[in-house]
């Protein structure tokens, strides 16, 4: 919009303000010119009709129900209510963010007290004086490391529905000089509402950035139609797509290598005893994200995986009863929970009286799990952090009380949640702080199920007529993850790992040892089953075990299943040796590879 039309339209709408805000006595006059204009009085009404649903775009007032036009904002703020959006800058070192903030905190308090009792001095509600003191008294300054009560990333979320007060915003740097720039510098915002930068930056985001992204265009409805913005968006998805046949490119590339590898190999089928190194979870050695670490996190930003642990009773009640029936270890204690997913045992932490809990998940879940805790109003205590536990400083986090995460994956050790948990706790923990678990223990044991090794096995030896040895072989290298009976159970429970979690490092996550197993029964054996279970001894006033052995309640870890190539005939009283090793896998420290020599059979698994 060139500067002649921009006069044009102020001029407009000026005259458009008369028509709308005209008394009851000029309704004569207009009546007639109506007649005189027929069609084409018709037409104009129409169109500042059109304008006049526009309006409700103009903000609203944060102190009075008055609707204030863009380029009025400072001027109204300070000759009406006396707040000096300049001041207020200097006092707080205010940037765009703050503002935000600021403006969602104001309308959060004002939906609790009467904000036309703010400028009354005599009424001395808590709420009030915290406004006057923070908002009006310039004087005071801030206190040397006092932080305003909006400084908390919670105020991000919109208070009001449609706040187009959120869009304003204007670079107080350079104003400092001349206040009355405000309004000069402001007044182009009579062409199109202008959006700031950084909620103008989540307003474009495609929608499969997540949930934040939407939950502010849903907020906002801000209407982006600016020839800039529309070009802005088509080159944002530009280079999302982009990107996106990059990542797919490098992915092949990467998969061909591995192929070309194997081709060339030297052939050597030795298995390789050299230690093992676990990395942190994210980095392939060069310092860079894992390509894969980028598909397990997005894994979780669905909400059937979520669903599925959530409606896990024995795995969610267990938390819950380790929780809450130790209420006198979590009151007035700060918690971290790891990967919190939808914000559960965060919300149990604070009904058992924590007073801060810090709940960490780069995930998109974790924009579901504010709204769930605001729903649940939880969020005076829940401070959410969507980062990876690397990138969040000791200066975001102190040390805390107690740290809480449900890290077990398949077989406890998938995944590779667990040397995350560890790391939090040399990072965040203090040193007599309580953990949640604070134990695990893995074990394995002999299976005998004829129908079961049929079905998943013996069944590519006849396929219709045919045998099918290469899939046969297949199947056997993956490691199956599915529920056991109990009556399949032919030895001896043979405990193969114990981790004290406060003391664990790494290197004690690595499986590499010789172990006997007791026959119970004659039989053929078919498989050996592993599984798992983790205690919560930290709690004073109650213990509590989760256990996800064949034996116990079902739940979504079931079991761990390794087939024998074929079956193995043993007798009750039988002492079987079996050699177990299992590490990361090569080619992703979250996978597992296992190597099992039992009998005249050595098997290799691998669970990705």
């Known amino acids: ?42 037409d104009e009404v129409q169109h500042w009709e059109d304008l006049e649903e526009d309006f409700s775009n103009i903000p609203l007032c944060l ?39 600021m403006v969602n905190w104001v309308r959060h308090l004002g939906k609790s007290i009467s904000l036309d009792k703010l400028f009354d001095e005599t009424d001395q509600d808590l709420k009030l004086v915290v406004m006057r003191n923070v908002l ?30 959120l869009t304003y915003w204007l670079d107080f740097d350079d104003k400092e000089d001349d206040p009355s720039l405000f309004e000069n510098s402001a007044s182009v915002a009579t062409e199109a509402p202008q959006v700031s930068p950084v909620v103008m930056d989540l307003l474009v985001k495609d929608e499969s950035d997540g949930a934040l992204g939407s939950d502010l265009r849903r907020s906002f409805r801000i209407k982006t139609t600016t020839p800039e913005i529309e070009q802005a968006e088509a080159c944002a998805k530009d280079v999302r797509d982009l990107e996106a046949k990059l990542q797919t490119l490098q992915i092949k590339n990467q998969k061909m290598k591995e192929v070309m590898s194997r081709i060339a190999g030297d052939g050597n089928s030795k298995e390789d005893k050299s230690p093992v190194t676990m990395r942190p979870c994210d980095d392939n050695g060069d310092g860079k994200p894992s390509s894969h670490d980028e598909e397990y996190f997005e894994s979780y930003d669905g909400i059937d995986i979520h669903a599925e642990m959530l409606k896990d009773h024995p795995r969610t009640l267990a938390y819950k009863r380790a929780i809450l029936n130790n ?64 990138d969040i400083g000791e200066d975001e986090i102190a040390k805390v009380d107690i740290l809480i995460s449900e890290f077990m994956g398949y077989f406890l050790l998938f995944e590779g949640m667990l040397s995350s948990y560890t790391q939090a706790r040399d990072k965040f923990l203090k040193p007599e702080g309580s953990m949640y678990p604070n134990c695990a223990d893995m074990y394995i044991v002999a299976v005998s199920d004829e129908d079961d090794y049929q079905n998943n096995i013996g069944t590519w030896n006849n396929m219709h007529g045919y045998k099918m040895s290469v899939l046969k072989r297949k199947a056997l290298l993956e490691a199956c993850v599915k529920s056991m009976e109990p009556c399949a159970i032919a030895s001896e429970e043979v405990p193969i790992k114990k981790l004290d979690l406060h003391t664990c490092k790494n290197r004690d996550l690595i499986i590499d040892d010789t172990f006997q197993l007791k026959i119970t029964r004659t039989c053929s054996l078919t498989a050996i089953c592993g599984y798992f279970s983790v205690g919560f001894n930290d709690g004073k006033q109650y213990k509590e075990v989760l256990s996800t052995s064949p034996n116990a309640p079902l739940t979504h870890w079931k079991q761990t299943v390794f087939y024998l190539p074929e079956r193995m005939n043993v007798s009750e009283g039988d002492v079987v040796p079996i050699e177990f090793r299992c590490t990361p896998h090569p080619e992703c420290d979250r996978w597992l590879k296992v190597v099992m020599k039992i009998g005249r059979y050595s098997c290799t698994f691998e669970m990705k």
């Open 327 to 390: 209420k006198k270890d979590f009151f007035g204690k700060r918690v971290l929970d790891l990967g919190c997913g939808t914000g559960i045992l965060s919300m149990f932490c604070v009904d058992a009286g924590a007073e801060r809990v810090c709940a960490v998940d780069i995930s998109k879940i974790i924009f579901d799990a504010m709204d769930i805790c605001y729903e649940n109003n939880k969020e005076e205590h829940i401070t959410f952090f969507h980062k990876k536990l690397e």
């Open 136 to 165: 009006f008294d310039y004087s005071t300054g801030k206190p040397s490391g006092v932080k305003p009560p909006w400084d908390d990333d919670k105020w991000l979320e919109p208070s009001m529905e449609n706040d187009m007060f």
């Open 1 to 42: 919009m060139n500067p002649t039309q921009a006069d044009e339209v102020k001029s407009k709408m000026s005259w458009a303000d008369r028509i709308l805000n005209q008394d009851e006595s000029d309704s004569a006059s207009s009546s007639d010119y109506q007649s005189s204009k027929g069609d084409e009085y018709d």
């Open 63 to 101: 102190f009075c129900q008055e609707h204030i036009n863009v380029s009025d904002i400072y001027t109204h703020l300070k000759d009406d209510h006396n707040l000096d959006l300049l001041e207020l800058q200097k006092k707080y070192k205010m940037d765009q963010e703050s503002f935000i903030k």
